[in-house]
């Protein structure tokens, strides 16, 4: 089975721009999650996406936002760009049991100008 | 979700077990106990996890208290490839909680030498 996708896998940007994430979960999963890592604040949570509702929102201001579409592929979109918004970003599927672990993808690693 | 502490780094000579602790004093009788590990640069990697008993599976084993409030994660017989870091988690499940969140800490850089 193949794992989770993320493209792209590495992007430049300047401040100012918005950029667009994807990711494609492993088949079968409904529940798609992203998270922020940077060295600063270490890995953090965004949201996550079932059946296209965003179902928990971490503490990120609105710039961030994300959809889920109906073949589970997710998007995570950044407007206006900051430096700070730098890092690597993540997502992870999963099933829907109780105790049903996330699948970690690559990462897209962003970096902003 | 309950809030974890682990030691920040760890060394371990290479074939021998690689003990990584993990306190969770403040844990709920309805938190699983999560491993995952991250090698440089990439996704974490998801290891094992539990809620009362102890677990095994081919990378690992879980051990648990009987009061829940820590645990250990074992490698039997660490390699190079185990360098990473080691995060501890503790999560309601998904039903109970309403959906997915890992909240990580700062983990344990486990350091395999030979």
């Known amino acids: 089975k193949a794992g989770v996708t993320q493209t792209p896998r590495y992007l430049i940007k300047t401040r100012g721009q918005q950029v667009t994430l994807s990711c494609s979960p492993i088949?079968?999963?409904?529940?798609v999650s992203w998270y922020q890592q940077t060295p600063g604040q270490g890995l953090q949570f965004l949201f996550e996406y079932f059946s296209e509702t965003q179902r928990n929102k971490g503490n990120f201001p609105g710039r961030f936002s994300g959809r889920q579409f109906s073949n589970s592929r997710s998007e995570m979109n950044v407007s206006t760009l900051e430096l700070g918004d730098s890092a690597l970003y993540l997502c992870?599927?999963?099933?829907?049991?109780?105790?049903?672990?996330?699948?970690f993808g690559p990462g897209t690693r962003l970096t902003v100008l | 979700d309950a809030k974890t502490t682990q030691p920040p780094s760890m060394d371990c000579a290479e074939g021998r077990a690689a003990n990584l602790p993990c306190n969770h004093s403040t844990i709920s009788g309805n938190e699983y106990v999560y491993w995952y590990r991250q090698i440089h640069s990439q996704g974490p990697q998801y290891i094992i996890h539990g809620l009362k008993n102890n677990e095994t599976n081919e990378m690992a084993s879980l051990i648990i208290t009987e009061d829940r409030k820590s645990s250990t994660l074992i490698l039997p017989h660490a390699t190079l490839r185990d360098t990473a870091v080691y995060y501890c988690?503790?999560?309601?499940?998904?039903?109970?909680?309403?959906?997915?969140?890992?909240?990580f800490g700062t983990g344990t850089q486990l350091k395999v030498e030979l």
């Open positions: 992870a599927s999963s099933l829907e049991g109780d105790a049903d672990t996330q699948y």
């Open positions: 088949s079968g999963h409904r529940s």
């Open positions: 988690i503790v999560r309601v499940g998904v039903l109970t909680g309403g959906g997915n969140k890992l909240t």
